[in-house]
């Protein structure tokens, strides 16, 4: 592993601790082979002055849920390190009032909850304190000849702790272990199957010794040959059956998940492996990964509804087996899945959720079969496990199941995106927790949408190939698809039957209609695996109250609602449910320029203002509206009507 210190960068922040604290944090946290999303921690003591002018010893320690690769000073919570050195040398203390002790001795109360591991940082007698869950040094420590191995690597340059439980008996161990420790012999502590310390006066000597520890776990992982031992296999496609595995685990969560497949080389291999069903189900590479993948994956074969209700029984006899009564079982749905001839899939509500599962399961199928090379890649125990998993301090890195919006967790798919009300819906519905691709003819949309949970897709609807593909790349990206808004559509020119020019039929009808047969028809099969799949198409207040002049647009629009009254009867018997919306005019959309408006409004004899809100309730329908409607229509208000057609028009009395 190389050293990333930089003597340029680092001599700017070389007259302030924490500065030069948070510039080697962020160099451990650019390096996934040492922590991953939010994992290591990091501090630095320092001498301040308080408001009275006393000078207070503080611990600037790496607060809870912050990432070090990304972590500010104020990510770091100041805490009396008087304080925190005395409460280790209680005889008792419960985690909880720990964490309120640690809380109550910070110096800010707006800063962040002090690591679970502040204890432990402020008992080492040195200004540095990095710790890392380094992949190389855990895997050793994973191995059935763990202990031995790193004395043979290390001597006796490092302390080796046996596993405790991080937090408040950790912190005493190690003060018990090193009472008589020569604290200037050792360059670091290792903590069996969970990580690495290092730590010095000077932030770069601690830095340089990580990598220098971590460096001679690699090397000797090198020599041993053990990183020959990652298997590589190439992947099949089967999309359905992963949206199948999604619905599954949906079901199994009680909540909407995002599936996200690793079809990669690795990962292929390692689910190919003979002996996965063993091997995958030891224990993650840091007990840190607990509370995101669980002690165990699910392993698909045939049957993968079967699959996932015989996992949700494990789980729960591992819960059954292991609580002290006092805890109440979480969801008993996979975070993770092994999946041969696929690779592997990371579960959970949001992409952010599964890139951080993906991540983690990456480095830990390479971990497990460099433990296998190394003699047996062996875990902690499964009480030790549960201990962790279900510690509430632990628990607390995640964010609480009630803040999530309605629609967390679901995949839509909104055709003309780039404008108007589809941008409104697109919009909306990543607003209300909704993964959302987004299709649009203008290559714009590619920029416009290009977050990890809402995707732009250049793509003409016409064009069935690339409609085909982009539905499949929706489903390979997340998993599935439960929300479809076919809105892409042209109002084309005002024309009077006799007058019809056949391109201009033509085209309405090739865009306004036949796409969005097209596009249900290569939806539907994905639909049937949604979460409460439901499809809202927009058409148009024209159907119910054609005009002159607009054959072309009004006949197409007619023609789509038609296909979605038809489609809500063939598919009820699936749960997809099909509704139309009918908005008038929506004047904040491309379809409408000044111009159009004002010389509608002089056609009629009014001002633009009265010609907006022309309706029964005198008010203006903007994308936004329609959205607002659309967002509904899509969730559970609406999950007992098919067939609908809602009129959003302010009122229209033709309609009425
Ligand atoms: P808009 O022009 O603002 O947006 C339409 C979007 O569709 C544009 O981004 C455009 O690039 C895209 N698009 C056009 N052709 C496409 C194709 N072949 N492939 C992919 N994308 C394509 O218009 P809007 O008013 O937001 O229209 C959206 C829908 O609402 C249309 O179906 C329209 O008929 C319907 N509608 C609009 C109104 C209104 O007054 N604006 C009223 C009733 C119904």
Not at 287 to 308: A, N
Not at 531 to 538: C, H, L, M, R, S
Not at 567 to 573: D, F, T, W
Request: a negative charge; hydrophobic letters at 40%.
């Amino acid at each position: 592993m190389k050293s990333l210190w930089n003597d340029i960068e680092a001599q700017a922040f070389e007259s302030d601790p924490l500065q030069l604290r948070v510039y080697t944090s962020r160099l451990l946290g650019k390096e996934p082979g040492l922590v991953l999303h939010g994992g290591g921690n990091t501090s630095v003591k320092d001498a301040v002055k308080n408001i009275f002018g006393d000078i207070e010893e503080i611990l600037f320690v790496k607060g809870s849920g912050h990432d070090l690769a990304t972590i500010q000073a104020d990510g770091f919570a100041p805490v009396r390190l008087k304080a925190l050195t005395r409460l280790a040398t209680l005889e008792r203390l419960s985690d909880t009032q720990m964490a309120r002790l640690q809380r109550s001795a910070m110096t800010d109360p707006e800063a962040p909850d002090p690591s679970i591991e502040a204890m432990l940082h402020a008992n080492i007698p040195y200004k540095y304190v990095d710790h890392t869950h380094a992949d190389a040094v855990v895997t050793i420590t994973n191995s059935r000849r763990g202990q031995g191995l790193l004395q043979e690597i290390y001597q006796d340059r490092v302390l080796i702790v046996p596993y405790i439980k991080p937090g408040f008996k950790l912190a005493q161990e190690i003060i018990k272990m090193t009472h008589d420790t020569k604290w200037e012999k050792i360059e670091g502590m290792i903590l069996l199957h969970h990580g690495v310390f290092t730590f010095a006066d000077d932030a770069r000597t601690s830095y340089e010794r990580m990598i220098k520890l971590v460096s001679e776990a690699e090397d000797y992982l090198q020599k041993q040959g053990a990183q020959e031992h990652v298997a590589g296999a190439q992947a099949q496609e089967d999309l359905l059956t992963l949206s199948s595995i999604r619905r599954y685990v949906s079901r199994a969560k009680g909540s909407a998940m995002i599936a996200r497949l690793d079809h990669s080389p690795e990962a292929c291999g390692f689910a190919n492996l003979d002996n996965v069903k063993s091997i995958a189900v030891r224990g993650p590479v840091t007990s840190d990964h607990l509370i995101r993948t669980k002690p165990f994956p699910v392993i698909f074969g045939k049957d993968v509804q079967q699959d996932i209700t015989d996992y949700t029984r494990a789980y729960q006899a591992y819960f059954d087996k292991n609580t002290d009564g006092r805890r109440t079982c979480l969801d008993p749905a996979p975070r993770w899945g092994v999946w041969p001839q696929h690779g592997t899939i990371a579960l959970g509500r949001s992409v952010r959720e599964t890139i951080i599962v993906s991540d983690i399961v990456r480095h830990t199928i390479c971990a497990i079969q460099h433990g296998e090379a190394l003699g047996g890649w062996k875990f902690l125990s499964e009480k030790q496990m549960f201990d962790m998993e279900y510690w509430e301090l632990q628990q607390a890195k995640l964010p609480p199941n009630d803040i999530f919006p309605e629609l967390q967790g679901k995949i839509a798919l909104v055709t003309g995106a780039g404008s108007g009300i589809g941008l409104a819906c697109a919009t909306m519905l990543h607003e209300q927790g909704a993964v959302v691709v987004g299709l649009d003819i203008n290559p714009e949309i590619s920029k416009m949408f290009n977050q990890e949970d809402l995707l732009g897709i250049t793509c003409d609807v016409t064009d069935n190939r690339a409609v085909k593909a982009a539905v499949e790349d929706t489903v390979r990206r997340f998993g599935g698809l439960d929300i479809l808004i076919p809105n892409a559509g042209i109002f084309t020119a005002t024309q009077k039957i006799e007058d019809l020019e056949e391109e201009i039929w033509n085209r309405s009808m090739e865009i306004n209609l036949s796409s969005n047969q097209r596009l249900l028809k290569t939806c539907i099969p994905y639909l049937r695996q949604g979460i409460d799949a439901a499809v809202v198409f927009i058409s148009s207040k024209n159907v119910p109250a054609p005009g002159p002049g607009a054959a072309a647009y009004s006949v197409a629009k007619a023609g789509q609602t038609q296909l979605a009254r038809i489609a809500a009867l063939e598919l009820g018997c699936d749960g997809i449910r099909v509704n139309v919306v009918h908005p008038n005019a929506v004047y904040d959309t491309a379809l409408w320029t000044p111009e159009v408006l004002e010389s509608r409004a002089c056609h009629y004899g009014c001002t633009v203002e009265e010609y907006k809100t022309n309706n029964c309730l005198k008010t203006e329908v903007t994308s936004k509206d329609v959205a607002a409607l659309v967002c509904a229509m899509v969730g559970p208000a609406f999950a007992k009507t098919t067939g609908a057609q809602i009129p959003i028009d302010g009122g229209n009395e033709r309609v009425i």
